[in-house]
């Protein structure tokens, strides 16, 4: 099977402006959830999607939201970026109620 | 919510020496433990897990134990080589709820001297 992909791998943005990234789960996976990864702050739980329905919501502004499409794909959107939005931003995907994420490549946002 | 504790921070050993990286949990619910490694420039990798109904498992150089009444879960690694050289990250969860997530230690850098 494929692994789990993201796009873009990389970005660079400006404040204020929006940004959109993409996770495409392993085939037949159907929870997608979303990482914020930084130096300063370690791993952070986004969200969490499952059958097109966010299912959980970890303590981010509402300007970080998500959406799951029937195919299971994944995005998720910042508005009004903030210099501090820049990380790596990792989607983890699983088959459902199994315990075991498998992790994208991420995307490395910039925000100057 | 959980809050998972780990250390050391960093981690120095020689070349053949092992390696051991301590965590700790806060939610007596979390029944899941994995731990990632994650190489510079690399996505997390899940190189072993443990669930609450066992207290150790072991993979070739690598093991995992689990203290339930203490809650707290450690990495093992023994005979270290270079290419151990990474961040490792434990973290807990409740897989099987309606409050799904991973919630994870700060890292552990281990430098692996040749």
């Known amino acids: 099977k494929a692994g789990v992909t993201q796009t873009p791998r990389y970005l660079i943005k400006t404040r204020g402006q929006q940004v959109t990234l993409s996770c495409s789960p392993i085939?037949?996976?159907?929870?997608v959830s979303w990482y914020q990864q930084t130096p300063g702050q370690g791993l952070q739980f986004l969200f969490e999607?499952?059958?097109?329905?966010?299912?959980n919501k970890g303590n981010f502004p509402g300007r970080f939201s998500g959406r799951q499409f029937s195919n299971s794909r994944s995005e998720m959107n910042v508005s009004t970026l903030e210099l501090g939005d820049s990380a790596l931003y990792l989607c983890?995907?699983?088959?459902?109620?199994?315990?075991?994420?498998?992790f994208g490549p991420g995307t490395r946002l910039l925000v100057l | 919510g959980e809050n998972v504790e780990q250390h050391p921070s960093t981690l120095s050993v020689q070349e053949g020496d092992s390696a051991v990286i301590k965590c700790t949990y806060s939610?007596?619910?979390?029944?899941?433990f994995p731990w990632y490694k994650q190489e510079l420039g690399k996505r997390p990798q899940l190189i072993i897990d443990i669930r609450s109904n066992v207290g150790e498992k072991k993979d070739q150089r690598i093991a995992v134990t689990l203290n339930k009444t203490a809650k707290h879960f450690s990495l093992h690694i023994t005979e270290t080589q270079p290419e151990d050289s990474a961040v490792y990250f434990c973290?807990?969860?409740?897989?099987?709820?309606?409050?799904?997530?991973?919630?994870f230690g700060a890292g552990t850098t281990v430098t692996v001297r040749a």
């Open positions: 983890a995907t699983r088959p459902g109620q199994g315990e075991t994420q498998y």
């Open positions: 085939s037949g996976h159907r929870s």
């Open positions: 999607y499952f059958s097109e329905t966010q299912r």
């Open positions: 939610d007596s619910a979390s029944n899941y």
């Open positions: 973290a807990a969860s409740r897989p099987r709820s309606n409050d799904y997530k991973l919630s």
